[in-house]
């Protein structure tokens, strides 16, 4: 009998590539044969708005990369400002950042596995990593006064203290959210189907992660040790006592329970940064008008999806004469179209959840 | 206490007719019309409240209120869904094959609708009595499969054609664990008439006798009803709905209220086979028989609800595996295991 | 063994079943926003300087100001904001040195048709040549009230 394959466009608009994000999928029945991913859909240009940008109002725009941990982005971005300008952060402003980068970190593995849930056909643990998501995002709006795009950052500092009343409600959250933890790992991870779905599925080599330059959750769910707050750490992650979880098998299941671990790392995190909070001033001496001088700075930072780097050359104007974000989920991409093949419509949307993109990352 | 409602009812109108001067044949025409008319429009008001149902169990599950603005409490929210549904435009498509992509949702509704005739509600509260009942159910059951699939063949898209594949590898492969299931009880009962499958529970319902089959028939029964986490049919996240994907306005609303009509009959179906159908439990009989028959159905609706609200989905390939693999050799051994008891119970002389 | 999870899963939604929702019924209960939240702008017309800074703060160019001399004094004429390029940074609110501009806690901002959007906050008629006249006289008799109790208004004007 004669068969052929046929073309599906799964996406841009379809509900679980995370965003406007195109896989053309040439399947045989319902196998995948080949998996081409098309990025761009959501391509703003915002290494090129920054062109026309003082340095400071780079800032809001880099928010809008990962959305999920905009003070993540925020910060990769002002530690290249300030390295290429030798500014010295206050300790204070150091731990603030600490502080509002975890829960950043957690809001976002928070989307992450409950959209992952989602994927897989478990509408309610989405639901209930939404409503825990929320906590997080209240006590950010206290300290920063946005929900999702924050803008907190400053190139020396950040831009607020912490208010009073976020001391509190952070103290609740810290008490609550484990059993919240275990509640997702209760009705997600413990699910058998969920397991059955997602074991031994999509399997990056830990040679492949690292040829691909994987990083972040799905190159420690391929067994590598490799975490930036650890491996080189930056700002003050040297003085905080936390685990870097690793999986073993490299599969989906291994990178969505990382998550789950990392947030509760996190959280530890959070609490001992709380405890060290030290007083003093949050921004440092910085002059109004930025004119860094000539010359290139690249910085690093672990992000909720993996190395978030900046890169800033300076022709000593107000205005970066370039920068260039290495963005992780972009990155960690390059491999979606090789781990797709051989298997089925379902798993592409299980191992795409599972490398976690955010499409305004990808595209920038 | 309200127990022959009903049946006062119909032999009420009988009697009206007869004193009419209405000849005999036509009398139990009307009277069959009336019944039929009368289980239309309470399975359509049902899926309606189904979807309301549905939506408040997900969303007590979810933590959240659900439908609480249209009407007390948000009931009337289905009604007006539906209204807003039924006023869109009919889109026209001239890929689509025409005749059976409205035919599809049209059709539909006929399966579960001819198999409601046959179910008792109540003591003495079946349309039709039919004595192979349990076999026409499997039998007509099965015809939703043909009419899916031409919906989503006709719509001739890609994940209209994927989901129309999955309903037909999918229903079929799960029609054999439901019936062979049913085949348990049918064994202990020796027959396919619904009431005196009901009527053999009086001493002990059948999900204690045949737990098992209880179970494959709950599983195969949320496979039936394309229920996560069976849902591979629609697959939300994968196939965005399936074979409903091309269809808007009220052709999407008889799929969608078809689903909640089936999902109503396999816990009829349930009910009647393995809980013991209209009968009281406990000697409650105070409580009318009928009004039973819909407190297990609800119960069992509402196991299917939280069921979907909890689990993820298997994957198309798990799903053949497990319907193949494990469901139809417990189903075997059930019925070996059925058998051989039998014999033995016969043997001893029970 | 294969099914605890399962079931657990069923426990877990089913303890949720009964327990208070989280749902905040919008139109008729509000969330109070914190006090930094970045809602609708405000601008204190008195307070404002017109010195621009906001206009210049802003990295996607959202402000648009007009301003005249009244007297030595700038005022404003028009301050507009093309609040659908907005980014809700909060640079402005930061720039502004004498606390006019503010962000307040409202947040329904939507409007249905795109030029509307558009959030006017002073607009103004140009100051008649008589106003201008008055405003100078005003000033210079102020001056003559300054020169005679400099050290009083000085103190004030620091405070200010």
Redesign the interface.
């Known amino acids: 009998m004669k068969t052929q394959t046929?073309t599906?466009n799964l996406g841009p608009q379809?509900?679980?590539t995370h965003g406007v994000f195109q896989i053309v999928l040439e399947l045989d029945g319902?196998t995948v044969v080949k998996a081409t991913p098309v990025p761009g859909y959501l391509h703003r240009g915002i290494e090129k708005l920054a062109e026309a940008?003082t340095y400071?109002?780079?800032?809001?725009?880099t928010?809008?990369m990962d959305y999920m941990a905009g003070m993540l982005m925020n910060w990769g971005y002002v530690a290249a400002v300030e390295k290429l300008m030798g500014i010295e952060v206050p300790e204070r402003a150091e731990y603030i950042r600490v502080i509002v980068g975890e829960l950043s970190r957690i809001a976002s593995h928070l989307i992450a596995t409950g959209a992952y849930?989602?994927?897989?056909?478990?509408?309610?643990?989405f639901?209930?990593t939404f409503?825990d998501r929320?906590d997080i995002l209240?006590m950010l709006?206290?300290?920063?006064?946005?929900r999702m795009?924050f803008?907190y950052f400053r190139i020396g500092g950040v831009?607020?203290d912490f208010?009073a009343?976020f001391f509190p409600a952070v103290k609740k959250f810290i008490e609550k959210f484990p059993s919240c933890c275990d509640?997702y790992d209760?009705?997600?991870t413990?699910?058998?189907?969920?397991?059955?779905?997602t074991k031994k599925v999509g399997v990056i080599t830990p040679e492949a992660a690292i040829n691909y330059s994987l990083s972040g959750p799905v190159l420690r769910g391929s067994g590598i040790n490799y975490d930036m707050r650890k491996a080189r750490p930056y700002s003050v992650y040297d003085r905080f006592d936390f685990e870097v979880p690793l999986g073993c098998n490299g599969d989906c299941f291994d990178r969505y329970r990382i998550r789950i671990l990392e947030m509760r790392q996190s959280l530890r995190i959070v609490e001992q940064a709380l405890e060290q909070l030290p007083e003093g001033p949050i921004m440092a001496k910085v002059p109004k008008v930025l004119k860094p001088p000539a010359g290139d700075a690249y910085a690093e930072i672990e992000s909720s999806k993996g190395l978030f780097g900046a890169y800033v050359v300076s022709d000593g104007s107000p205005k970066p004469y370039r920068v260039h974000f290495r963005r992780p989920s972009f990155i960690n991409l390059g491999y979606l179209g090789k781990l797709c093949e051989g298997w089925?419509?379902?798993?592409?949307?299980a191992i795409l959840g599972s490398i976690d993109i955010v499409l305004g990352e990808v595209d920038c | 206490m309200g127990e022959n409602i009903f049946t006062g009812i119909a032999s009420g109108l009988s009697g009206l007719l007869d004193g009419a001067g209405v000849p005999v044949l036509w009398n139990d025409v009307i009277l069959m019309v009336v019944k039929l008319v009368a289980i239309l429009v309470f399975i359509l008001v049902n899926a309606l409240w189904l979807v309301y149902m549905e939506r408040k169990v997900a969303a007590y599950v979810q933590c959240r209120i659900g439908p609480n603005r249209v009407g007390p409490k948000g009931l009337l929210q289905t009604a007006a869904d539906i209204g807003k549904l039924l006023s869109k435009e009919f889109t026209w498509n001239k890929y689509w094959d025409i005749v059976p992509y409205i035919l599809a949702p049209v059709l539909i509704f006929v399966p579960p609708f001819m198999i409601y005739a046959v179910l008792p509600f109540g003591e003495n509260m079946a349309a039709i009595d039919m004595n192979i009942g349990l076999f026409y159910f499997a039998a007509v059951a099965s015809l939703t499969s043909i009419i899916l699939w031409a919906g989503g063949w006709a719509s001739n898209n890609k994940y209209s054609l994927v989901g129309a594949m999955r309903v037909v590898a999918q229903m079929v492969s799960y029609e054999l664990p439901l019936v062979l299931a049913l085949l348990g009880v049918v064994m202990l009962t020796g027959t396919l008439n619904m009431s005196e499958i009901v009527y053999a529970q009086e001493n002990v319902w059948f999900i204690f006798t045949q737990p098992l089959a209880f179970l494959i028939y709950f599983v195969a029964g949320l496979a039936e009803t394309n229920r996560t986490p069976f849902c591979l049919v629609e697959g939300e996240s994968e196939i965005i709905a399936g074979p409903y994907t091309e269809y808007s306005g009220m052709g999407f609303a008889m799929f969608f209220l078809t689903e909640y009509a089936s999902v109503m009959l396999i816990s009829a179906m349930c009910t009647v086979a393995f809980l013991g159908g209209w009968l009281a439990p406990f000697g409650l009989t105070f409580i009318p028989s009928w009004l039973w028959f819909f407190l297990k159905m609800y119960v069992m609706i509402f196991i299917f609800m939280w069921v979907r609200w909890t689990y993820p989905r298997l994957r198309v390939d798990q799903l053949m595996g497990f319907g193949w693999k494990v469901l139809i050799p417990l189903c075997l051994a059930n019925i070996f295991v059925t058998g051989v008891g039998m014999y033995i119970y016969r043997a001893i002389g029970w | 063994m294969f099914g605890k999870g399962l079931i657990k899963g069923l426990e877990i939604t089913w303890g949720w079943l009964f327990r208070k929702k989280v749902t905040v019924e919008y139109p008729d209960k509000k969330i109070v926003m914190s006090p930094r939240y970045h809602g609708r702008f405000e601008l204190d017309q008195d307070k404002c300087i017109a010195c621009g800074l906001c206009a210049n703060a802003c990295p996607n160019k959202v402000i648009q100001l007009e301003k005249t001399k009244l007297g030595k004094k700038q005022i404003l004429l028009k301050y507009v904001m093309r609040i659908e390029y907005c980014l809700f940074c909060g640079y402005c609110v930061e720039a502004c040195n004498k606390d006019a501009l503010k962000f307040s806690s409202v947040i329904d901002m939507n409007q249905y048709f795109r030029d509307k959007v558009r959030l006017t906050l002073v607009d103004r008629p140009a100051p008649t040549p008589e106003e201008i006249a008055a405003a100078e006289a005003e000033e210079a008799a102020k001056a003559a009230a300054a020169q005679a109790a400099a050290a009083k208004a000085k103190a004030k004007g620091e405070e200010g």
Request: aromatic letters at 6%.
């Open positions: 046929y599906l379809h509900p679980s319902e940008r400071a109002q780079v800032i809001p725009y928010d809008r849930a989602g994927d897989i056909g478990g509408l309610t643990g639901i209930y409503r929320e209240d709006e206290m300290i920063s006064g946005s795009t803008s831009a607020e208010p009343e509640e209760g009705l997600i413990g699910n058998e189907i969920f397991q059955v779905r089925k419509i379902a798993d592409v949307i």
